[in-house]
């Protein structure tokens, strides 16, 4: 059997170890996982609280349409309902995307480091990627625009950017989508949007209103703390969205998915909450960085990324014996980390360890 020879290259994802594996293998009682910005603060319990009653109906099929969350988000953010789609995770509305829009040959842009799932997703559709590369860690967005052809189909800009956690300000969104020809689809992945609090971050709904060629990507697996029921969502122009609905599924979001992420969806408090809690994580990385003469780059989301100066892959193995994962690995920032922000107690161990295995490198070499 021969599969679609532009797969047959593709590596399996590689998921952060599970803690469980990582106490086994090194004889640890505590680790803390700060790899993949999850919520240190779980969830909202009226999400808890809605998943138990959705229990009762587990032998039943979910509405494949999300009707109810699908209004509910509508209302919330003030666009019409054709306007919303659901996917397993934003990671499926990216597939999705690809899916749609994307034959062999068609042209698609995105940036040098950025969120994996965009080339996986594109290179099963063979589409051509146009890689550009970042500027100090920020999407060059006036680059991107250069290398728009009458090929280019879709673009892909990740604000805050995962890994490197910049942004792109609203007038750099906007100056960008003023050169896009609107024939062209511009894929603004928000999933950290909710943290952001600089003024100058772009309003992802009023660029949508006046460049309909825009689809928001949001999920509710990062400040909702929802990402093992694996639910995101995308707001676009209702052709757009049609599209997207023409490839998904017919029940690609789970009943729990669907009961949690209105609850949470409702549940302003927490959100506030761990918006203000990140803020003061990110804080205290800035300070303790400085203090051990790191730079990072400026970080917007509930994460950080930070030069460690030496091989990140090396810092990596030595925090994972102290019991604490992070994020190396990064092809274009080899003597980088990415720590997501954790609870204050949390980030206190990760920087105790980190300047314990500082020091201890600096006195083998
Ligand atoms: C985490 C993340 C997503 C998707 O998360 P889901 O769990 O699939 O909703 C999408 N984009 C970026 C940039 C992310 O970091």
Sequence with gaps: MQPKPNIVHLP?????????????????????????????????PKAKEAIAREVENISIYPDGAAVELTNAVAK???????????????????????????????????????FPQYKHNVQIENATIIEVPLKDGTHDLQAMSERVTDKTKVIWVCNPNNPTG???????????????????????????????EDPSF?????????????????????????????????????????????????FNTSRFGQAAALAALQDDEFIAFCRAENKKGLAYFNKSFAELGLKAFPAYGNFIMVDVKRSGQEVFDALLRKGIIVRAGH???????????GSQEENEKVIAALTAVLQELAVKV
């Design 12 to 44: 399996v994802y590689q998921p952060g170890k599970p803690v469980d594996d990582v106490k086994r293998e090194l004889g640890l009682t505590e680790v803390i996982k700060l790899a993949s910005n999850e919520n240190p603060f779980g969830s909202s």
């Design 76 to 114: 919330r953010f003030g666009v019409n309902t054709d306007q919303v789609i659901f996917g397993a995770g934003s990671d499926e509305i990216i597939l999705m995307i690809a899916r749609a829009f994307l034959v062999p040959g068609d042209e698609t842009i995105m940036a040098d480091q950025t």
């Design 166 to 196: 910049t942004i792109n300000t609203a007038d750099e969104v906007e100056q960008f989508l003023a050169k896009v020809p609107s024939s062209v689809l511009v894929v603004l992945d928000e999933a950290y949007c909710e943290y952001v």
């Design 202 to 250: 772009p309003d992802g709904l009023k660029l949508l209103a006046k460049y309909p060629n825009v689809i928001l990507l949001r999920t509710f697996s990062k400040i909702y703390g929802l990402a093992s029921l694996r639910i995101g969502y995308g707001i676009g122009r209702p052709d757009v969205i049609r599209s997207i609905n023409q490839v998904r599924e017919p």
């Design 331 to 341: 092809k274009l920032y080899p003597t980088y980390l990415r720590i997501t922000v």
